[in-house]
Nanobody
């Protein structure tokens, strides 16, 4: 049974930082690209960042480039999202996702249907 479990969400003031973690089980973690999406109330789920399985190449949405950093620890089956300089518009539920056939620099990387597995999400709230 595949499980992706996110943690680290919470409430923070604008300009603050949070680090999200996603622990994976039931998959060959080192073979999967790992990503983060987010969904705000009334909006569609949107791409945030992705990291390849090996070597660790990354891709970010323009809205988070330079503020967020995605990383992974294959020994711990965990992917992270370090979020700095948070803004109120970053408020959303953040979802961890895993995919076997993710083309990192193709437009399909932004599509939820590209990925195979999803976590339940963790809430991030940024107050002004």
């Amino acid at each position: 049974q595949v499980q992706l479990v996110e943690s680290g969400g919470g409430r923070v003031q604008a300009g603050g930082s949070l680090r999200l973690s996603c622990s994976a089980s039931g998959i060959t973690f080192s073979s999967h690209s790992m990503g983060w999406f987010r969904q705000a109330p009334g909006k569609e789920r949107e791409f945030v960042a992705v990291i390849s399985w090996i070597p660790s190449r990354t891709n970010y949405d323009d809205s988070v480039q330079g503020r967020f950093t995605i990383s992974r620890d294959n020994a711990k089956n965990t992917v992270y999202l370090q979020m700095n300089g948070l803004k109120p518009e970053d408020t959303a539920v953040y979802y961890c996702t895993a995919g076997l056939r993710v083309r990192l620099y193709d437009s399909s990387v932004r599509l939820p249907r590209t990925y195979d597995y999803w976590g339940q999400g963790t809430q991030v709230t940024v107050s002004s």
